[in-house]
């Protein structure tokens, strides 16, 4: 009896072995490859963009970054294009519908038709939502949410036409579940989600791939480009230390590897962290039972008061907490990805 349940067992066993090397087969052979691809990423020239950059340029992509500071866009391009990429910058800002539209025009009669659109201009809002204004969510609605809804109806047609293209909308984890003292971004990022997920039903009939990334915290650097409200020192050394943390965030290039390959791969959506795979899992099964937590959590946060209403940039709150060896790894990360 014994030698006949091992027998069902290693059966069992090497048929599941041999589901996952095809499966593993499978999905090298159908791997989207970027060699040669337009690709064009907003908000390319510092941060999480840069580095998928630097990746992508490694596979061979061909490059156009965009973003509204000429000189970020200079340095990444001399950067790119010293280590041999294919690079073109252009100056856009996303949340302006003409700047998109003729971007993306230069674009096509420059390098060609996109075959790969990036959505990954971003703004932080930190600090109590009663210090919020109606400013600080239009800047992160029309950034979040028109800005991508702008640039995919731009690229859309010539997709279309040529029966394919990719796009990769960089939302987070606050997309899935609304984190307290960041309101307008994930309100904001919420939407995004939702935007992505009706794409990728509605064009898959174009042979149009659509991915959605919700990445926990990452070690870009960017949180010095960040505003922060209320008691904004505070606010600014929290985000900061929960961005170093090894035990919060990956590396910017962890995250950009396993986003990348998730969209190589035509994947509907990828999460990255433990925290932030747990935080959807807990959330999936009991959105009550989150938002609970983070009531609980919100009641140690930094309350109001402090500069109330008005904003300060990240760079312009440090204090000796946040410029400690705590939060080293951002700092370097910050060098690393032109956010200084």
């Known amino acids: 009896m014994k030698t006949s349940e091992n027998k069902k067992l290693w059966w069992l066993a090497a048929g599941a072995g041999a589901l996952l090397a095809a499966r593993a087969v499978y999905r090298n052979l159908t791997a989207y490859n970027f060699s040669g691809k337009v690709v064009l990423i907003t908000g390319g020239s510092r941060g ?49 519908q003409q700047q998109v539209n003729d971007t993306i025009a230069n674009v096509q009669n420059e390098f060609g038709p996109i075959d790969v659109l990036i959505n990954n201009a971003g703004v932080i809002h930190a600090g109590p939502v009663t210090e919020m204004t109606v400013q600080d969510f239009e800047e992160a609605i029309n950034t979040h949410y028109w800005g991508p809804v702008y640039t995919t109806l731009a690229v859309l047609p010539t997709m279309k036409a040529r029966k394919e293209g ?30 992505s997920e009706g794409l990728r039903a509605e064009l898959d009939q174009y042979n149009i791939c659509v991915t959605t990334a919700t990445p926990g915290l990452m070690r870009t650097g960017s949180p010095r480009h960040a505003f922060v409200k209320g008691q904004y020192e505070k606010e600014y050394a929290l985000f ?24 190589r791969h035509g994947e509907a959506e990828v999460t990255t962290t433990f925290p932030a795979i747990f935080g959807e899992f807990v959330h999936g099964i009991s959105p009550a039972l989150m938002t ?29 907490l946040s410029m400690s060896w705590l939060t080293e790894r951002t700092q370097q990360a910050a060098i690393r990805n032109n956010e200084l």
């Open 240 to 263: 900061k230390l929960m961005d170093s943390s090894p035990l919060t965030s990956n590396s910017a290039e962890a995250t950009a590897s396993s986003i990348l390959n998730a969209l």
């Open 166 to 195: 990719r796009i990769l909308n960089i939302s987070s984890i606050g997309g899935k579940i609304s984190v307290p003292h960041l309101v307008p971004y994930s309100a904001s990022k919420f939407a995004l989600v939702g935007l």
């Open 48 to 96: 999480l963009g840069l580095v998928m950059a630097r990746q992508l340029a490694a596979e061979g992509a061909r490059l156009v970054l965009c973003s509204r500071d000429e000189t970020e866009l200079e340095n990444a391009r001399l950067e790119l294009a010293g280590n041999g990429a294919e690079v073109l910058v252009m100056k856009c800002d996303v949340t302006v």
């Open 292 to 320: 609970s937590v983070f009531a609980l959590v919100n009641k140690f946060l930094p309350g109001e008061g402090g500069i109330g209403k008005r904003r300060a940039k990240g760079a312009e709150s440090e204090s000796k």
